[in-house]
Structures are given as C-alpha cells and as structure tokens.
C-alpha cells in the first residue's frame, strides 16, 4: 500500500499556545492551517505517521531512524512542561527500512541515539495532530549532511518499506523554510531568502516533488532554511506517484517562513500500480518484487493477455504484450510484460533509473480473440485486431491516437506482423479493458 498522503509543516514553538501565550495570533493564518492539515490527516486514520525532522538525531554520513519501542518529550524547555508526550513507535515499519537500507549498503539505521526524547520539530507537528487523532504510531526519521539524492533515496526505501509491511502511513516533513527573510528576522535578511521560498512555493504548488532534490545546495545554505531535506525524503517517499497537492499558507511575517502543504498520490488502479511497481523494482534492482498482499480477485483469479504501454512526455517509450495468457494468472500476466516492455522492446534502450519518475503507464488486458469474416467487423476505436498468416502474427491495440479507419488500422497491423496484402491472411478482433 502506497503512503496515503503528506505534508509539509513548520515547527515553531511559538505556534504551540502553552507557549506562544499569545504572541502566536501573529501568525495565526498558519496555525489555521496547520489545524485543516491536520483535520485532513486524522480523515485518513493512518496506523503510523513518519516525521522526518531537522532536530532530530543529526550526522553528517548517517541518517538516524529512532530505535526502541516509544519516546517521550515535552515543551518543559520552552516554558511549558505542561505539553507532553508519549508516543509508540511502530518498530515494524523501522526494522523493514532498516532491512531495506542495509541491503543495499545504504547509511541509515537504528545506530548513534544520544538523546531519545522527542526534539521539538517532532513536537510541534504531534501538538496539532493529537488534537485531532491519536490512534497512531510513530516513525521518527533524521536529517544527514549527505547529498539532496541520498535523501531523495532514503524517502524510496521508507516507500519500499511502507509498501512492503502494508501500512496505512501518512508522512510529515518537518521544516520551517529561509529564516533570512526580513531584516528584523533572527537571522536578518539575505537576498537568497525570499528566491528560496518563492521557488519551493512554486514547487508545492506545481506538485512538482521530484525538483526538491535538484535545488541548488548553496542557495538553500544561502538561505538558511532548515527543513529542505526533511522535505527531499518526503518526495522520494512520494516517488513514482503524480500528486494532487494543496498549498494552505506561506507566511513570513517572523523572518522565517511558514508554508503548509498537502500533498495526495493521484489514484492509480491496481492495474497500473502492479506495473509500476515491477518497472521501478526490475530498473533498479534486476529482480521481480515480491507479489503485493491485496490485490483484486480478478487479478488473480483469472488468465488473459495484456499489453504494457510506456510513455514518456507523450511519446512512447516501450510496449510489449501477450495475445493469449502465458502465466498462471493475470498479475504474473502483467509484471512480466512489464518487464519487458521496459528492458526488452526491441525498438527502445532499456528504461534507466533517472528516468523513472517520468513515465506513463497503460495497462490493456484483452479478451479473447475472435475469428471474423471480413473487414466489415472492425472498429478501430471499439477492437483490436490480429492479423495471421501462418506464423506470421501482426496486433494493433484499439482506441489509439491517429488511427481512426480500417485501413489504417490494418496497414499498420500487417506492416508489424511483416504481411502483405497479397498473403492469405487470417483476421481476429478483441476488445480491451484499458487501465491507465
């Protein structure tokens, strides 16, 4: 199961009103929001909620996943030790991207704890999500000094991991944005500040997650924002997915900037999901994935040929397919011709790992080819059709652009299966059922 949703969230202690007393009506339209970001959250009822966080345990060369079975923490250091907390870590979830990450020799684990008591950018997030809901567990997750793509590769494995314990999770980037924003601000103010927000604003809008992780290093540090890596894991966590997102607020009024966002994966069926998954795992790993645990009965329950479709910026980039089934049942069908039509179309270079969140991808499942007399049973946006002469076999899919009549439709056919018009053909028509 894919991570439900995500957002992005500030962790100024002054928001927190035990703390604030007051002073945090200046920057009430972000705790607004930060109050529907967490309504939307509790809508979901997510078994675990991952929050990356800056002021987490930090190394330069190690990302650290908070071990042990719970932690505790409360406001006592910013004058309100009456705000506490308590929380359960789904310690699950933490050994499979422990498992994940030593399999590949990633630097990621449970390892180097010198405090265990929950840092306040965890804090801030768990004050407006536990007035909401509650039935959760915890994943806490730390920054590194490593690069912007290796936190964009620890949000894939928490992904990996997510997918592979079946959890319901939402994840929460914990970050404040440039704290160099006005000259009153705490940092004063530097002209890379507001080109910082502007962009990542644009980002979040767009819905863009996958930019995160190319922004230039030395504008950020420019900058001084504080949360860019947290939300560089939450899009590699995000990864594979387009996303509906929804920008609530950005303020700047303190000399820090405040944005919350929400971000929702566009829904895919189990159809495509299934083949994305196989073409993310096969590019990066050689390897088939392991059969997800729910899937329709349909899927398998059931044999027939499907075609896989890759697009890439509308063009296509590989499709291989079956007539009639080869596999024990339709998911197996689907997850080899997956594969091959990434690696093994003929016409193509296999697909590459930087291209992956690129692609689009159509699953088509046919139905059973029908014998028919003549060319006057055909319509090319209604059926595909096979055209047969002896070993000889050439297959166009229905409903595709550009081919609107018959003769087209059959020329095109015939071309792939390499028969001339002239030959004593067989024709056959099917239908599709298209996912996409």
Known sequence: MPIQAAFIVPHPPLIVAQVGRGNEKQVQKTIDSYREAARQLAALKPETIIISSPHSVLYRDYFHISPGSS?????????????????????????????????????????????????????????????????????????????????????????????????????????????KLREYGPYGF???????????????????????????????????????????????????????????????????GYGVCCFYPKKSDEYVRLAEMTIRNFVKTGELPEMPAQLPKEMLGTQAGAFVSIHKNGQLRGCIGTILPTKNDLAREIMSNAVSAATRD???????????????????????????ESEAQLDPKRYGVIVSCGFRKGLLLPDLEGVDTVDEQLSIAMAKGGISPDDDYELYRFTVTRHK
Do not use: W
């Open 346 to 372: 003929p016409r193509f270079s296999p697909i590459t790992e930087s291209e992956l969140d690129e692609l689009e991808i159509n699953v088509d499942v046919l139905s059973e080819p029908e014998r028919i």
């Open 71 to 179: 932690a505790q923490g409360s406001f006592a250091d910013f004058g309100a030790p009456q705000v506490r907390f308590d929380e359960s870590y789904d310690t699950e979830l933490v050994k499979a991207i422990c498992e994940a990450a030593d399999a590949e020799g990633f630097p990621a684990g449970t390892q180097g704890e010198i405090d265990s008591s929950l840092d306040h950018g965890t804090r801030v997030p768990l004050y407006f999500i536990e007035k909401e809901y509650t039935d959760f567990q915890l994943v806490r997750i730390g920054l590194s000094g490593l690069s912007f793509a290796k936190h964009y590769r620890l949000g894939e494995i928490i992904k990996q991991a997510v997918e592979k314990t079946g959890r319901r999770c939402v994840y929460v980037a914990s970050g404040d944005l440039s704290h």
């Open 190 to 256: 530097c002209e890379q500040g507001p080109v910082y927000d502007k962009m990542l604003m644009d980002v979040c809008e767009r819905g863009a997650l996958e930019e995160l992780k190319s922004f230039d290093a030395q504008l950020c540090e420019l900058a001084s924002e504080c949360g860019h890596r947290s939300f560089v894991i939450m899009s590699g966590a995000m990864s594979g997915s387009a996303v509906n997102a929804q920008v609530l607020s950005h303020e700047d009024i303190t000399g820090v």
